[in-house]
């Protein structure tokens, strides 16, 4: 179990591991565990260890809670581009270039 805790997607706290037991009626059924924000307290989903160790249950909410959603990045506003002539319009490709670099995305 190696991954790193990203920082919380809604307020940038600190994330840590918690875990709750899993019952059914008078049954128990080991533990869930889980990812939780240190500040806001939002959770990433429960995985159960039922059937599986300790360390996968970690890696599985690690994994759930570092997913992020692809940012939405606003793209220049249309301009004529190349040779008038040719009738056509597009996007300035430097322009989409330095937008997704300025929304933190890799573009190399
Ligand atoms: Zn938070």
Redesign the pocket.
Known sequence: MSEELGE??????A?RFAKHPETYGQGSFGESHFVE??????RSKSVSDYGQTTDRCKELAAAAWNRRAAPVVELPETEWFGNDDAGGFAYDPDAIMAALSSAGIKTE
Not at 8 to 13: A, L, M, T
Not at 37 to 42: D, I, L, Y
């Open positions: 919380c997607p809604h307020c940038g706290g994330a924000c240190e500040c806001c307290g939002c």
